[in-house]
Nanobody
């Protein structure tokens, strides 16, 4: 069982940056593939980025490639999402997720555990 708690969301102007964090409970964090998803009002949850259990492999949605960076610190049981050059279309609730399968995992159904989300709002 893994519990995930996101933080770091907020309001930022277009072109700005935010760093999201996701803290995980449990002693087996390093065995999970981790992912970030986002969901805007009235839209389906969409894949943003994923990172392998070791941190050696990452994969991004085309919409964020070159602007967002996913990373993890297994010693701190935390995964991060550094978001730069933010755009208004990045506005959404951002969720982190943990999956037992080996990735890259881009579909929500591949993940076993989810956080409650953190709101990111980008103003134009």
């Amino acid at each position: 069982q893994v519990q995930l708690v996101e933080s770091g969301g907020g309001l930022v102007q277009a072109g700005g940056s935010l760093r999201l964090s996701c803290a995980a409970s449990g002693r087996t964090f390093s065995s999970y593939t981790m992912g970030w998803f986002r969901q805007a009002p009235g839209k389906e949850r969409e894949f943003v980025a994923t990172i392998s259990y070791s941190g050696g492999g990452t994969y991004y949605a085309n919409s964020v490639k070159g602007r967002f960076t996913i990373s993890r610190d297994n010693a701190k049981n935390t995964v991060y999402l550094q978001m730069n050059s933010l755009k208004p279309e990045d506005t959404a609730t951002y969720y982190c997720a943990a999956g037992t399968l080996r990735g890259p995992l881009t579909a929500p159904y591949n993940y076993n555990y989810w956080g409650q989300g953190t709101q990111v709002t980008v103003s134009s």
